[in-house]
């Protein structure tokens, strides 16, 4: 495997590669790619190959599925669209597909553009699909929420909404009147340079090198099939990049806007809080905004079949800093290195709470199945922890594809009233907690960023 370090002279960024390439063995992940710019300078680094099956070296000019970093895109797309005065972040979603159906009508009605940004939508928001590759297969999927229970009340709790970026995505191909994948070449790659920047099925990224997505079954890394999530998905999920590319994207939000593109002050705008995200931090449109010491922080993650990233950046500091890697474990690798990256160059990290013991008995109360769309697990008790048994159940990226394999069993313990850490990989040290009804009646646990009701 290409594992090296020994080319890179910078010793921060040496570092954080030899951290990444020891990872990279712990855990079985086959390719990573990062990228730094700090400063006026850019350092990137691939390590590990593209495919168990055929595998190229992962250089920084490598494909890597970026997720729902693509959230970011689509976000930016709108904000453009709003600084230009064709689209009001306030008015409800009907003012721009007349015929928006939801199961809850008055959801319906109500909704607005800024709850599709911000993760305020409050049906279930886990739900893939694949119509075609034709320019019609978002409207489809746009139609296809219409059978989606409402899980939370609009705008009440905030909880990861996928399948309001299918309906943002929509709303730019009506007023652009442009397919999205267009409007995203012509509004954003084309003015900022992102060459390798693509959306399948656009079949020119497939001349280039790119990696395919991995997952651990029965301890064995396979590769992980289909490896498109389908076309409707694009704005949600679809954008496939490079470190490089994705260094120029940061540097772009980092600065003062571009003439007859977008302005600084609608970037800015992107970064104000926007909702409570619980233990995440804050909501912005599209970003998450998080404190680590004295750093504000705007970041987004993202998952793909078997592909796992993270991109985040310091205006202040100058700084930003992409992972991309090709496993379901690399979030453990984005999550780590984090953490590492801010040590190094800031000499500060993120913290986690200190748990504490609560009696065996009081437990009980959070013990039972929770579910949100594709997302289910169990929470029990054994001893002093709170054990959360994942259920894989399928449906991504299309309603009759397969569970993968279960996450390990993973032990909770609680660092405040209601609000639990994670003590194993790959939750150690992810925050999650409890809401309640007005009532105080326990509702809903809200791990990975989805607040999972409390079905039995």
Aim: aromatic letters at 10%; proline letters at 6%; one cysteine or more.
């Amino acid at each position: 495997m290409n594992l090296s370090t020994s080319q890179i002279t910078d010793t921060k960024f040496r570092k954080i590669s030899k951290k990444i390439v020891s990872e990279m063995k712990r855990l079985d992940v086959p390719g990573v790619a990062i990228g730094i710019w700090h400063k006026g300078r850019e350092h990137t680094a691939g390590f590990g190959i593209t495919s168990v099956e055929h595998p190229l070296p992962v250089t920084p000019d490598t494909l890597f599925q970026t997720g729902s970093i693509s959230k970011t895109f689509t976000g930016t797309l709108m904000m453009m669209l709003v600084e230009a005065g064709r689209v009001d972040l306030d008015a409800p979603v009907r003012k721009y597909i007349k015929d928006f159906k939801l199961k809850d009508d008055s959801v319906a009605k109500k909704v607005t553009v800024r709850n599709l940004l911000t993760h305020m939508g409050g049906w279930v928001g886990d739900y893939f699909n694949d119509f075609g590759n034709g320019d019609d297969a978002l409207n489809k999927m746009v139609r296809d929420l219409a059978k989606l229970p409402q899980v939370q009340p609009l705008g009440t709790i905030w909880s990861y909404n996928n399948t309001g970026f299918n309906v943002a995505s929509r709303i730019i191909e009506i007023v652009t009147k442009k397919s999205y994948e267009q409007a995203a070449q012509e509004m954003l790659f084309d003015p900022l340079g992102l060459k390798m920047s693509f959306f399948y099925p656009d079949d020119i990224l497939f001349t280039y090198r790119f990696v395919v997505g991995h997952q651990k079954v029965k301890g064995k890394v396979q590769v992980a099939r289909p490896w498109a999530i389908g076309r409707a998905g694009n704005g949600v999920g679809g954008v496939v990049s490079t470190v490089r590319d994705l260094l120029k994207y940061a540097r772009f939000h980092m600065s003062n806007g571009r003439r007859n593109l977008i302005s600084g002050k609608s970037l800015r705008t992107m970064r104000v809080p926007q909702a409570d995200a619980g233990p995440r931090g804050m909501m912005g449109i599209t970003w998450f905004i998080r404190e680590v010491g004295k750093l504000k922080v705007y970041a987004h993650g993202g998952a793909t079949n078997g592909q796992q990233a993270y991109f985040f950046f310091i205006p202040e500091k100058d700084f930003a800093c992409a992972i991309l890697t090709n496993s379901d474990d690399g979030g453990i690798i984005t999550a780590g290195i984090f953490g590492l990256v801010l040590e190094t160059y800031f000499n500060t990290k993120p913290e986690p709470p200190t748990p504490i013991e609560i009696p065996a008995m009081e437990l009980k109360e959070f013990v039972g199945r929770y579910k949100i769309g594709t997302e289910c697990f169990d929470l029990k008790v054994k001893g002093k922890y709170l054990m959360y048994h994942h259920i894989p159940l399928g449906g991504f990226p299309t309603p009759d594809t397969p569970p993968g394999p279960a996450m390990p069993p993973m032990r909770f313990l609680f660092y405040e009233k209601d609000k639990a850490i994670g003590l194993d990989e790959p939750y150690e040290n992810a925050l999650g907690d409890f809401i309640r009804d007005d009532k105080g009646r326990l509702q809903y646990f809200r791990i990975g960023g989805r607040a999972h009701k409390k079905v039995s």
